[in-house]
């Protein structure tokens, strides 16, 4: 299936956009009737999770795998909860790019999602070096060593998003080190505003600076996140858990989990 996609155009333009500027958007990737099955599934488990706040500034651990902190509500390990979503989540189209822009051996690495509401404000430019271990990395003040992309983040939007949505704010530059301007400051010089219908995703090279706008309104903002890493990256030292075990039937989602290290050793033993 994912080969059918290597000569559709937008490939070119995304691996182009998110190797030289560190972003690619897909508008409305997903399909819709999936977009709704996702957005139903995540609703089901926000729902039996039943937090009493989506934002605090302290984080706060209901579940070992489930926290409500700055960014919202956050579900870690998410296929492990969810196991729904498995199905159709690594779009053909997406899993070309990841291969086009990280290589053959390009993997899985961790699978989470975020609900949140206008009671979180104005989130400040930051990037995620580091993918999964992004914490660690920023109080070590690691970087990349090579040029290249070698982690990239996968946001798939369940909700519209643009002006008052909680809108994602993107530096137009890859750039490696420290922010160009403040982190506070609500927009930045030749910033990308993503807009896009339900099932929008937005790729980002780990380096890549990023900010979103506060909600206006009511109701919820809902994403699901992928990291994925070239083979070749190095190892984190945080580990899904959930995806070490999963199997999956969709052939996309079933690539990048069988390029997982800890299966590559298990092929080889």
Known sequence: MTAAFTSDPRLATAARSLREDGHAVLPGLMPRERVEAMR????????????????????????????????????????????ALADGLVHPLAHALMREVLGEGVYLEFVGAVVCDRSRPFFE??????????ELARRQGRLPAGQRPERVAMLIYLDETGPGL????????RRKGPPPHP???????????????????VCLDQVTWHAVT???????????????????????????????VLQADDPA?????????????????
């Open 183 to 201: 982190t506070d400051q609500t927009s930045w010089p030749g910033q990308v505003a993503v807009a896009g219908p339900p099932g929008t995703v």
């Open 40 to 83: 139903q599934a995540l609703d089901a488990a926000f729902d039996a999770a039943a937090p009493e706040l989506l934002h605090s500034k302290l984080p706060r651990w209901l579940a070992p795998d489930l926290e409500v902190s700055g960014t919202g509500l956050v579900f870690h390990q998410l296929l492990g909860r969810v196991p």
């Open 166 to 173: 909680g809108q994602l704010l993107v530096d137009p530059a």
């Open 253 to 269: 989602l079933a690539a990048v989990l069988a390029a997982r290290p800890e299966r590559r050793a298990g092929a080889s033993a």
């Open 214 to 244: 506060a909600r206006e309104v009511e109701g919820l903002r809902r994403f699901v996140g992928l990291w994925f890493a070239a083979a070749d990256a190095p190892a984190a030292e945080g580990v899904d858990r959930s995806l070490a």
């Open 125 to 134: 430019w930051h990037h995620h070096v580091g993918g999964i271990d992004d």
